[in-house]
């Protein structure tokens, strides 16, 4: 995803304002107060860590009213607490009561190039992530996903192709031009290990198209779109996701992989016929057929699911 340099965000996150009330009010320099909250009674205890924030309601500190303060929570400070710039007079005293209320201030959010991201991807480690942390189970295996994904775009480029299913000679090239672009540095990683077993895997299954990994970037793809308009943050570049648990420990045999001019047949290609005949013949009844239900239904519909005679 890349809206440009100049890309402004109105809302980052799109939830509603933090509101906090506030119990202390105390100041530790000539430029700045200390201001201790508490959460209101039945929302959640989020604690407050920067941003735009306004002050309202404070007793005894009028001039603090009625302003928006750009706040700070350094780690070093205690929790439930905000600094604030603001020179308190010797004549101020707080005595009760205020709100701190969360202001949606439009900001600059500068995005990097395709080209850019290509060579280095970002990091899922780094706060705010500037690559996507999809796998908590496989960490770092967004960086696989993404050495993968442009070795097979290069191989299409050679090839006029991508790689066909289940073929050691195309997973060989891909590994071989993967390892190519990590010598150059046309992908440059920090502290980074090719798998040649995940590239492998990654490959064998290149070229084929499922049904639900489709509806699901078709989303994802759908809400970035709607993020032009400056609501909600973009993703920072790439966005790598896999479903490396869902295939099957073991490649189905040559002959329950044979292509019969279905509209199965690329399904087959990773779970086999058999597997398939599993899924038209099952018998199951699905109770509602609402926001959620309705996307079930199309997607057991496209599989095959409980469609058998």
Sequence with gaps: VDHGDNHIVNDKDGEKPLQKLIVDVKSISDTELLIRYESPEGQPANAIIDGCYEITEVG????????????KHPDSDPVKTIRVPFKLES?????????VTEKKVPAKYPMES????????????AFPQTLVLTDLI???????????YIATLTFYEKFD???????????????????????DKSIDIDDFEIDDKYIHRYVR??????????????GVLSQEVVKCTGKLTPIPGFFHFSSYESLPDEIPAEEDRIVKSSRYDELAQIYGWKFIEKLKNSKYFMVGCGALGCEFLKNFALIGFCCGS
């Design 114 to 125: 395709l080209v850019s991201k290509i060579k280095s991807p970002g990091s899922t480690y």
């Design 91 to 99: 004549s101020e005293t707080y005595l009760s009561g205020g709100l």
């Design 138 to 148: 496989n960490f770092g295996s967004e960086y696989q996903q993404h050495v993968a």
């Design 161 to 183: 192709r991508l790689p066909y299913p289940h073929n050691d000679n195309d997973s060989n090239e891909v590994l071989t031009i993967a390892k190519s672009l990590l010598t």
């Design 60 to 71: 005894g500190i009028e001039r603090l009213n009625g302003y928006v303060y750009d706040i």
């Design 205 to 218: 299954h290149a070229s084929v198209e499922l049904q639900a990994i489709s509806a699901f970037t078709g």
